[in-house]
């Protein structure tokens, strides 16, 4: 069976991307996933070329027909989005909810298909890559991403992949929710800091709702070593595993700037060493 491994963080900037991507520079036989879908940035390192395009449809927009309507007013009466202004609907503002439709006397409205964004099936130097963009402004990214985790399931199928790799997004909303349902490993990247750590149990209590197993990953760990920890205590009566804590360095800035991933960047790197244990010490536990 195909083992999922989720990297994800209870907040942005925590370096989750830059380790995801560290990890699909050291792994072999596995399909990369980036399932934040509202703002990927995986495609920065790994520049996958594409292979296939998809539509995704998500909430069907509302249209009036000009020749039909006779401007009564109803639906901009009862729209709550204040999206209907007959004889035209604002489609930035539409929701798909279509009380218009049911309510127009006319029948001069129609729910219409949709697309809010687009599904890929990528290639690049480290395997085959399932991602997504969702347009601005469009909603059901949860959705997507349920969508993005069946291609790279598909594309695992397809090529026989032990592993599948999610870079996933921050926070713990409903893509988060997406991603980690049915997870073999959720790694939580944080950083000492009280957001971090106030982000992280977050994390931890969305994982234990879903009975998913999480591992933690300390970054930037020397930023402030009282608050690691404090973090580090935390995690202990928890009965959580720390896979690592990686000091700050200004390499791993530079391998961001020249769109590498840090074992290419820096190949014999005390970090890159460290990471490469930690993907090790990941394996062990699915083990």
């Not at 072999?28 to 070329?49: F, G, K, R, S, T």
């Not at 249209?63 to 401007?71: K, L, R």
């Not at 073999?184 to 994390?203: K, N």
């Amino acid at each position: 069976m195909t083992m999922q491994i989720g990297i994800i963080s209870g907040k942005g900037g925590t370096g989750k991307s830059t380790i995801a991507g560290s990890f699909a520079a050291i792994s072999q036989n596995l399909i990369i996933a980036d399932c934040d879908v509202d703002a990927p940035d995986m495609h920065i390192l790994l520049h996958p070329e594409i292979k296939s395009t998809i539509d995704y449809h998500g909430s069907k927009l509302a249209i009036i027909n000009p020749a039909q309507c006779t401007e009564c007013g109803l639906c901009e009466e009862n729209c709550r989005f204040d999206a209907a202004h007959p004889p035209v609907i604002d489609p930035i503002a539409c929701e798909g909810c279509a009380v218009c439709a049911y309510l127009c006397p006319e029948e001069a409205i129609q729910m219409t298909e949709n697309t809010a964004g687009y599904l890929y099936s990528s290639m690049t130097r480290f395997g085959p890559m399932a991602h997504a963009k969702l347009k601005a402004g469009e909603g059901n990214s949860g959705k997507l991403v349920t969508e993005v985790r069946k291609l790279a399931e598909r594309l695992a199928k397809e090529n026989k992949a032990q592993y599948i790799l999610i870079d996933g997004s921050p926070g713990i909303g409903c893509p988060v929710i997406s991603t980690v349902t049915g997870l073999s490993l959720a790694v939580i990247v944080t950083e000492p800091t009280p957001a971090g750590l106030h982000d992280m149990t977050r994390v931890l209590d969305l994982l234990s709702q879903f009975n998913v197993p999480g591992a933690v990953i300390i970054n930037k760990y020397d930023l402030n070593v009282e608050n690691t920890k404090e973090m580090e205590n935390t995690l202990k009566e928890r009965n959580v595993e720390v896979l690592g804590r990686i000091p700050f360095d200004t390499i791993t800035t530079k391998s961001m700037i020249a769109t590498r991933t840090l074992p290419e960047y820096a190949p014999n790197h005390p970090i890159t060493k460290q990471l490469q244990n930690i993907w090790s010490f990941i394996l062990k536990i699915l083990e």
